[in-house]
């Protein structure tokens, strides 16, 4: 997947930190999310948003991330995305493309293990390399279907 790059600390919209409930020690943005790290682990794994207020944020979704204090992981992170239909994602391939050069830089490293604690949660590999990134993990289908398009296009 392409790299979903991050602008340096972005002001936030009036109303995210609110609706996150947490102090951040950075802020950012890219095409689609809002990046928010925190001061621990615990904290992301406390976090109970306000998913009403989070919704009215005009961006699809927020990532919230800190380093991790567990030695098999390198950083966790959660998605919420409530304006999008998802209060909670379980585990966010898209989210990982912006986290893991986020934490690749930070932590000097190219290859990182992730955990996303939502409920579910879910372990997450990333590799970052030069314009992309590289993920992998354990998935189940859950769908499995067949497109077909009429061709010509009927008049």
């Known amino acids: ?4 790059q991050i602008d340096a600390f972005t002001e936030p919209p009036t109303g995210l930190l609110t609706a996150i409930g947490a102090q951040p020690l950075f802020v950012g943005k890219n095409e689609a999310d809002w990046l928010i790290e925190l001061e621990s682990e ?8 306000d998913l009403r207020r989070l919704g009215e944020v005009s961006e699809r979704g927020v990532m919230v991330t800190s380093f991790s204090e567990s030695e098999s992981y390198d950083f966790v992170s959660r998605f919420f995305a409530p304006a ?3 209060d909670e994602d379980p585990v966010t ?4 493309c912006c986290l893991g ?8 490293k190219t290859e990182l293990m ?4 939502s409920d579910r949660g879910g372990v997450i590999r990333v590799r970052h390399r030069d314009t992309r990134v590289l993920i992998g993990g354990k998935a189940v289908t859950v769908m499995q279907g067949e497109l077909t398009v009429a061709w010509p296009q009927p008049a």
């Open 101 to 108: 050069p986020y934490w690749a830089e930070r932590l000097d």
């Open 42 to 49: 615990q904290a992301v794994l406390d976090l109970e948003p």
């Open 114 to 117: 992730a955990f996303q604690a």
């Open 93 to 96: 391939g898209s989210a990982h």
């Open 84 to 86: 999008a239909g998802v």
């Open 1 to 4: 997947m392409r790299i979903a």
